[in-house]
Structure formats: C-alpha cells, structure tokens
C-alpha cells in the first residue's frame, strides 16, 4: 500500500462493525500498532496505559459478548459470525501510575486506528463494555481499569462521511446496500470566532 497523507487516512478512519472474520492478524501486527501508541503524546508523560492484545479466535469469542456495538442502530446487536473482528486491543490504565488517564487512551485509541488503516485494516473503538464480564474472562487483575477496547479487521463495509442536514442530526445509519453513512457537522458549524 502506497504511504498515504494523514489527512486521507483520517477520512478513511471510520468505525469499522464487520470485518472479514477469517483474516488473520498476526501478533506482530497488533505489537507494532501498539508501539505507535507508545510513542505518542501522554498526559505528564506518565504513560500509564498498558495493553492486552488478542488475535486468539476462542479468546475472541469471549470477549466478543462483552462489547456494545452500534448505539444508533437500535436493531443490529453487532457482527454476525463470519463478520466480526480477527483481534482486540484492550487498553488498560494502570492506577498504580495514575488515577485519572485524562486522554491518554483517546490520543492511544485514535493513533492505533490510523495505524491500523494504513495496514489495509480497520478498527472501531468500543467504550460500551461488560467490565466485569471482560476482567472476568482474561484474569485482568484489579490494579487496571478497562478504558477502552479496540476490534481490529479486514474491513468488510464501507463507511462514507457526509455533511449533517439542515437539522443537525448526526445519528449515524446504514441504507439498504449495507453502506454506513456518517455526518460530520460543517466546519463553520464548529469553528467559534470571538475576534
């Protein structure tokens, strides 16, 4: 794949819900997103995150009835089999380090995804989880608070952006070919001038 422009990638970062789920991905592959976390910005510089990473089917099995995926689409419940993600990311915040994470794993979050889409592979960012359940499942000890949990794939749809109509509605929506319309607020819309 050719090196892309930041700003296409960003444009081609859009939460990705069905993936090819027979593609594997390698640990390797997750190590190597997770090392453009690493590097980027945190909070103080404490760099208290840390990451569980799991591209294991039977392990992603169980993780799979943890994560919430589509707020808006009242009745999808997520990826069928077949269709969801090859891997997980879970990041973690380490509270032996910090109590608050502030950002940290927004800026960890987004920078793993763009990695992710310059590898041909899409992601999506899941903050509605089943904490508990997940501790549970991969023996997470107490001292990590479950942040956020990426799914990474073969993308299997295609998300396009559109401007937000007159209304402002920015729920995002599937039409009937299966394609994932995301609006986006108009830049004037959030740009406030006070000069």
Sequence with gaps: MKNEMISDLIRKNRSCRRFYQEYAIRLETLKSLVD???????GANLQPL?????????????????LGWAGY???WAGPEEGERPSAYIIILGDTVIAKDFGCDHGIAGQSILLGARE???AGCMIG????????DILQIPK????ILVLAIGK?????????????????????NEGIHHVPKRNLSDIIINFL
């Design 128 to 135: 509605s989880v089943k904490g508990a359940k997940l501790r």
């Design 50 to 66: 840390k990451y569980i990473l799991c591209a294991n089917p039977p392990t992603n099995a169980m993780i799979f009835p943890c």
């Design 155 to 175: 993308p299997k749809e295609t998300a396009v952006i559109e401007n937000a109509g007159p209304d402002n509605d920015i729920k995002y929506w599937r039409d």
């Design 119 to 121: 590898k041909g592979l």
């Design 73 to 75: 689409l009242k009745d």
């Design 143 to 146: 001292q990590f608070q479950i």
């Design 36 to 42: 453009l976390a690493r590097l980027s910005a945190s």
